[in-house]
């Protein structure tokens, strides 16, 4: 498989670590050390029974390293489900290129949805008029809302997953969220494979 060498690659070229105070944080509710934790739990954005690699974590290596998101590697046009109910308030669907060059960003398809609570979740890389569903939708926690793709920076298909809220000084700050998995309930960690609980949809 070209995915392992490429995973060596980035482990050894990103020695540095994240200074991000949230890192600290991160690495105790990883570990399950954080007892009274009481934060929304989220679904997996994709389908039922299905499972995909978490390849990159909450500040992991290579481009995660000051970034509360996960990255699922999956294949273009798998199916995205909604990790939390909430309006969609933005959907870019026209990007067409993706690459690992900074001057890609740009054409990264992408779904934000709002959540109840003011916090949102963004969907990242997605497929050339891969939404289906629009600015102003209702959507409900596990509802199919986009195709996953390979466009924007990106070295290989996968879904970028990232939560934001405001913190004390109304800041928008990433925050990293608790999953419900056959695993468990608990924070995802890099390199890991894990399913949607639930029985998978015959095509
Ligand atoms: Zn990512």
Same mark, same amino acid.
């Given at each position: 498989m070209r995915f392992i060498p490429l995973i060596l690659l980035f482990v050894v070229t990103s020695c540095a670590v994240s200074r991000n105070p949230l890192r600290q944080e991160v690495r105790l509710l990883e570990r399950g050390l954080v007892k009274d934790d009481s934060s929304y739990i989220y679904d997996l954005p994709f389908e039922k029974g299905k499972a995909y690699y978490c390849v990159q974590g909450y500040f992991?290596?290579?481009?995660?390293?000051?970034?509360?998101?996960?990255?699922?590697?999956?294949?273009?046009?798998?199916?995205?489900?909604?990790?939390?109910?909430?309006? #969609?308030?933005?959907?870019? &669907?026209?990007?067409?290129?993706? =690459?690992?060059?900074?001057?890609? /960003?740009?054409?990264?398809?992408?779904?934000?949805?709002?959540?109840?609570?003011?916090?949102?979740?963004g969907y990242w890389h997605l497929q050339t008029d891969g939404a289906l569903v629009n600015v102003g939708d209702t959507v409900k926690k596990g509802q199919p809302i986009a195709l996953s793709g390979n466009t924007g920076m990106t070295s290989f298909p996968h879904l970028h997953f990232?939560?934001?809220?405001?913190?004390?000084?109304?800041?928008?700050?990433? #925050?990293?969220?608790?999953? &419900?998995?056959?695993?468990?309930? =608990?924070?995802?960690?890099?390199? /890991?494979k894990y399913r949607k609980p639930g029985k998978e949809k015959k095509k």
């Open positions: 992991s290596m290579f481009t995660h390293r000051e970034r509360a998101a996960l990255d699922f590697k999956m294949r273009q046009g798998s199916s995205i489900c909604a990790a939390r109910e909430g309006v #969609v308030i933005r959907v870019k &669907e026209d990007g067409t290129r993706g =690459g690992m060059r900074s001057r890609y /960003r740009k054409d990264g398809n992408n779904i934000v949805i709002e959540h109840p609570d003011g916090s949102r979740a990232i939560v934001w809220d405001y913190d004390r000084s109304r800041k928008w700050q990433q #925050v990293p969220t608790r999953f &419900e998995t056959t695993r468990g309930i =608990g924070y995802l960690t890099a390199i /890991r």
